[in-house]
């Protein structure tokens, strides 16, 4: 069974062989041969704790915090909780996975659909291919999907949906380059509506979450859709580039405060970055990560599973 | 919350000046701060480990266990070492002796190729040169639009590929004869995003090369990119052989120490940054403002600069004495709002100045705002501007009238200028002194950006 914003559904079988696929293409990479921190060691000693903190805070995890898990390992250890490697292994994978297991938010329920969508993050970041591969999967699970095109500011943004509306078969709403982005998802819901689409995705323009002007045209898209729905957006998912480093943090909390995001994509996760960044903020700002972008195409999106998560940053 | 940098080495360098020299355990403790700093900055574990080594024997061999000023080596040594690392100074873009020069642009997905790549249009414009572009990702859905509407906008010529033609290298033969008919002497060319571990688009840009052979391959980098950026140059590099970055998006919050990782691993200089996502936000490269960003101190440099051109030196040194005298009159305070605003945005300006940044958040800088705090203070008597305790009630009602607005702006204003000086005096204790800046020159600089970001704190 997978969740959606409209209950359980039984998984489509294709769609779980693709998953499969992913996940072998992530795990075993193109990045040859996988070695465990551990293996092959024996003793807890100082170079596997240095060798531990590289790892960690190689994978983006942040200074701060992994200075807190080396804290405790060490507390652990002067106090011969700690003895053997498999203790120490299973010490770590907790601390993170108490991190992220925390902010499992069950899915808002969606009684009258359309459920509304919002994806929003930085500049090229991977909102609109992340939207192509989550127009495939509602698709796949039986949905009719409707694309918005409120990326009116960068060139050929709307080119780029409409080529994913394409490929997914699901029919863009549009209009100009440099339109009003409200408008834009104004007309969508409407004709969401009108059409009884199940799901209406929207994208919009990467922008720096510094940018105040632009975080505040985030916040007036919110208050459009809320006009023809008032519990509406059912779903603000902020896309993360796994390769970014500590400003992921800053971005999130940005990007929550004024755009009320409520959940995250974590992009890009077949290059040797790790996305560690979202140790540190599922932790601070209890905000989950629903899914994993593992490539280019339609089908490489994947649901977050932390305890995989976990496994793939100890893997080189 | 993390503490920021600046306010993390102020704390330490504090630290060390009360201990007036520098002792080799109290320098570890400062080290390990700017350890921490440089990995909060992204800067690779790695390099920041050679980096804190280089330092540490630097420190060491100048002999500051005797220095007067040890906070000030420690800075000294720290930034010259960032700085010398990031490059000696700003590296040109370099032409072919026979046109047209190919300009190979490549990197991550994302990074912003495909935007750097008009921004250089422009730029190669502005220079006198003739540009040609061609997009030869033929991967991503409309990237070859976005450069067509890219290039249209920048007014660069471009060559689009006829109908069927999907091959890279197809794409990019004809480009550059076109470039050679018309007489355009740099081709540009934008390649699709890829990772550095995907072997067959890795190649695809060998062969690129050596189809082209390009004078500069240029390696797009986000300023945001973490630990990663290492092996993702590392491996462009290898097979490439870049010959220099452009780091994009630094017109957001990220320290980039993606920067120094990228130039520890691959040796190549950082030629350009993006600073916006319009086309003439390109900027060239300086190691030195790089290295304060690192670090968080500010970009101080590019302050001096402005403030040097349109701040009359004179005043600002009178200013300065006043400060320290705490003579700091509301005529004092509306000059200084004038000379600021003339410096350009004031949000830019706040940005820049170190230690200001997080005082200042979430602080809007609104102008008009401003143009009614000179109005109110100029209904003041001569005598109110210089003494402030004498604007009782009914001088506050008479100045409100005056200046059309209401008796609360007017407290107001007065609450803002009480609290500009505080903040002016706490800044010239920190700035000024033996303890603080290096270099007196440098010092007295900080002293009056300092002072300028007191003057317009308020807002
Ligand atoms: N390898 C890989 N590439 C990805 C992934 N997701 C997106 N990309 C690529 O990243 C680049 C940027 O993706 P976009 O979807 O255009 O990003 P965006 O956030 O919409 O960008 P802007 O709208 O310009 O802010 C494109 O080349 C995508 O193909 C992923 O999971 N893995
Ligand atoms: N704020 C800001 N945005 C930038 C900058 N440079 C590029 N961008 C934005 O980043 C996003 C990606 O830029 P592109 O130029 O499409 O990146 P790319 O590397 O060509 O992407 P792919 O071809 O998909 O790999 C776009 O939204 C750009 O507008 C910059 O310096 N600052
Ligand atoms: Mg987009
Ligand atoms: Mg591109």
């Not at chain 2, 190691?287 to 101190?297: E, F, K, V, Y």
Request: net charge positive; glycine share 8%.
């Amino acid at each position: 069974m997978i969740q959606t914003l409209f209950g359980s559904v039984p998984q489509e079988p294709t769609f779980f062989e693709k998953l499969q696929q992913g996940i072998r293409k992530t795990r075993e990479g193109l990045t040859g041969k996988l070695e465990d921190l551990f293996a092959g060691k024996k003793v807890i000693d100082a170079d596997l704790l240095d060798e531990l903190e590289y790892v960690l805070i190689g994978a983006d995890i942040g200074v701060r915090t992994t200075g807190e898990i080396l804290e405790s390992v060490k507390q652990k250890l002067d106090r011969k909780q700690l003895k053997e490697i498999d203790e120490l292994r299973a010490v770590i994978r907790e601390h993170l996975l108490e991190a992220l297991r925390q902010p499992e938010r069950p899915l808002p329920q969606v009684k009258q659909p359309p459920a509304v969508v919002m994806v929003i993050g930085v500049n090229g970041a991977g909102k609109t291919t992340s939207i192509g591969k989550l127009a495939a999967r509602y698709k796949l699970e039986g949905h009719s999907v409707l694309l918005a095109a409120a990326d009116t500011f960068r060139a050929a943004a709307i080119e780029q949906l409409e080529v994913w509306g394409q490929r997914t078969g699901c029919d863009v709403i549009r209009q100009k380059q440099g339109a009003d982005p409200s408008a834009v998802v104004y007309d969508a819901i409407q004709a969401a509506i009108a059409r009884k689409v199940d799901y209406i995705i929207v994208d919009t323009a990467g922008r720096l979450h510094t940018k105040d002007n632009l975080m505040a045209e985030l916040e007036k898209i919110t208050r459009t859709t809320r006009k023809l729905i008032p519990d509406a957006p059912h779903e603000v998912l902020l896309v993360l580039d796994g390769t970014t480093g500590q400003n992921g943090l800053e971005q999130a909390k940005r990007f929550t405060e004024t755009a009320g995001a409520t959940g995250i994509i974590l992009t890009k996760l077949d290059g040797t970055a790790k996305g560690g960044v979202v140790v540190p903020i599922a932790r601070e700002l209890n905000l989950p990560i629903r899914y994993i972008g593992v490539g280019e195409k339609a089908d490489d999106l994947l649901p977050f599973d932390a305890t995989e998560f976990i496994h793939s940053i100890f893997k080189n | 919350m993390f503490e920021s940098l600046s306010e993390k080495l102020q704390r330490v360098f504090k630290d060390l000046r009360g201990q007036g020299k520098l002792s080799s355990e109290n320098m570890e403790a400062a080290l390990k701060e700017i350890r921490v700093a440089l990995l909060e900055a992204d800067v690779n574990f790695k390099v920041v480990k050679q980096f804190i080594a280089n330092v540490r024997e630097k420190a060491m061999g100048q002999d500051v266990l005797t220095a007067l000023s040890p906070a000030q080596q420690v800075v000294k040594i720290v930034r010259d070492e960032l700085t010398e690392i990031l490059g000696s100074k700003h590296s040109k873009l370099q032409f072919a002796s026979q046109p047209p020069t190919v300009v190979m642009v490549v990197g991550l997905q994302g990074s912003g190729k495909t935007t750097s790549t008009a921004k250089l249009a422009r730029w190669l414009l502005k220079n006198s040169h003739s540009p040609q572009l061609v997009s030869v990702d033929v991967y991503r859905p409309a990237a070859r639009e976005q450069l067509k509407v890219l290039a249209k906008q920048v007014g660069a010529g471009i060559y689009e590929g006829e109908p069927g033609m999907d091959k890279p290298l197809d794409l990019a033969v004809r480009a550059r004869r076109e470039a050679m008919d018309r007489g355009r002497d740099v081709l540009l060319v934008d390649t699709a995003g890829r990772l550095h571990i995907d072997d067959a688009l890795m190649n695809e840009l060998q062969q690129l090369k050596a189809q082209l052979n390009p004078t500069e391959i240029l390696f797009v980098a986000d300023a945001m990119t973490g630990q990663d950026a290492v092996k993702s140059a590392a491996e462009f590099h290898e097979r490439l052989g870049i010959t220099g970055v452009i780091l994009t998006k630094l017109d957001g919050d990220a320290r980039g120490g993606a920067a120094l990782s990228i130039k520890y691993v691959t040796g190549q200089p950082l030629k350009f940054l993006g600073v916006g996502e319009k086309t003439e936000a390109l900027e060239e490269f300086h190691p030195d403002r790089m290295a304060q960003r690192i670090l968080g101190m500010g970009d101080v440099l590019s302050l001096i600069e402005k403030v040097e051109e349109s701040i009359d030196q004179k005043q600002a040194l009178e200013m300065q004495d006043k400060l320290l005298h705490n003579e700091f009159s509301l005529e004092d305070f509306r000059d200084q709002l004038i000379q600021v605003r003339k410096l350009g945005p004031l949000e830019n300006i706040l940005k820049m100045i170190p230690g200001m940044g997080d005082q200042l958040k979430g602080v809007k800088v609104d102008e008009k705002e401003l143009t009614r705090i000179v109005a109110i203070i100029n209904s003041m008597t001569p005598k109110e501007r210089r003494n402030h305790m004498l604007i009782n009630g009914s001088r506050r009602r008479r100045i409100a009238r005056g200046s059309g607005s209401s008796v609360q702006e007017v407290n107001q204003l007065l609450k803002q200028y009480g609290q500009a000086r505080k903040m002016m005096r706490s800044f010239s204790g920190m700035m000024g002194g033996p303890g603080g800046m290096p270099g007196g020159k440098m010092a007295r600089r900080v002293q009056q950006l300092a002072k300028l970001g007191g003057g317009k704190l308020p807002f």
